[in-house]
């Protein structure tokens, strides 16, 4: 691989990558450059054949199980990654639970609570982790993926709605927090992109959702993966605390 990529010499941990949006993520920013590991819980497997793809292309990367939303396994991921291709200065926030649509009468507390764990307590627990060595340096990068439900206050979605709010408050803090140190914290929120777990959602719903992108075509994970490549790259260190709608003019303001 080209030593004259934009991301060389930087090491980018994607959250929730094996497949879907995530793998598409850790893609983009392994063919700029950057080292990459491969984070998954439930199938690790798939997320090994993530990183075999981004070292056939030429690049480094590396497969490891954990669950990002408990402390113990993000220490030990950022230890394993660090030991194996050094210390992670990019990190992406990807990991979702399901996300089902109920009348507010049908969740239940600890689902709710779930979905803070991933899209606040997550971010929180890898950002607390990993910034020593951020400032220690002078340079960062806090990407998360948000969604363009806060933007569009989604009915019958309120768990994820009010979890991915957290999330943008939580990121747009920590960008004033950390923007002294060299580090940007900033977000990407992709509109309704089918990948693998969307596979079985009634057609009727997708017919009906693309029927609104003025763009007049699905997303791709490509088109996200760039747009946190860009928010990686140095020619962004005066941008923080921003968010990129991903979504082909769904949410124009």
Avoid at 13 to 37: D, E, F, H, W
Wanted: net charge negative.
């Amino acid at each position: 691989m080209s030593k004259d990529l934009p991301l060389n010499g930087h090491v980018a941990l994607v959250t929730g990558s094996s497949k879907g949006l995530g793998a598409g993520i850790a893609r983009c920013l392994g063919a700029a450059g950057a080292k990459v590991v491969i984070n998954a819980y439930n199938n690790i497997t798939l997320g090994q054949e993530v990183a075999d793809e981004i070292i056939s292309g030429g690049g480094e990367a590396i497969a490891i199980r954990a669950d990002v939303s408990k402390e113990s396994d993000i220490k030990n991921l950022l230890e394993q990654a660090g030991n194996e291709l050094g210390p992670v200065d990019i990190i992406v926030p990807n990991a979702t639970p399901p996300q089902p649509q109920k009348p507010i009468e049908e969740y239940d507390e600890d689902f709710y609570r779930s979905m803070l764990d991933f899209f606040v307590m997550s971010p929180f627990l890898l950002t607390q982790a990993a910034v020593p060595g951020m400032k220690e340096r002078g340079w960062g990068r806090i990407i998360n993926i948000t969604s363009e439900v806060f933007a569009a206050s989604n009915p019958n979605f309120s768990a994820y709605v009010a979890a991915k709010g957290g999330q943008i408050g939580w990121s747009r803090s920590m960008s004033r927090e950390l923007a002294p140190h060299g580090i940007t914290v900033n977000m990407v929120a992709p509109g309704w992109i089918p990948v693998e777990r969307h596979a079985n959602d009634p057609q009727e719903d997708k017919d009906g959702y693309f029927a609104q992108i003025p763009a007049g075509r699905w997303g791709t994970p490509d088109d996200i993966g760039n747009a946190v490549k860009f928010f990686a790259l140095e020619e962004s260190s005066f941008i923080t605390g921003q968010t990129l709608h991903i979504n082909g003019g769904m949410t124009p303001w």
